[in-house]
């Protein structure tokens, strides 16, 4: 996969925290350690905003249209 370089702003005291875990060789470096924290961010975000579309879901309605789903299939099903 590519990189790509960026420039950043951060705050001193996090700058800090984040030297203090790379050279406690937590992370190999600065730039390990901030695309691991943005990548688990993102899949926190995107599998919040999943869980959020699942919540707006009728349960009754999505199994009824499964069963029904289901009965067509059966009923194109050759008989053994």
């Known amino acids: 996969m590519s990189s790509a370089k960026i420039a950043i702003t951060l705050e001193e005291s996090l700058l800090e925290k984040l030297d203090a875990l790379v050279s406690k060789h937590v992370f190999k470096n600065r730039s390990q350690a901030i695309q ?6 993102l899949e926190h975000y995107f599998r919040s905003s999943l869980m959020r579309e699942c919540e ?7 199994r009824e ?3 029904e789903g289901l009965k067509l299939d059966m009923e ?3 008989i053994y």
């Open 36 to 41: 691991e924290a943005i990548q688990n961010r």
């Open 56 to 62: 707006k879901l009728d349960v009754n309605l999505e």
């Open 65 to 67: 249209m499964a069963d």
């Open 76 to 78: 194109q099903w050759p």
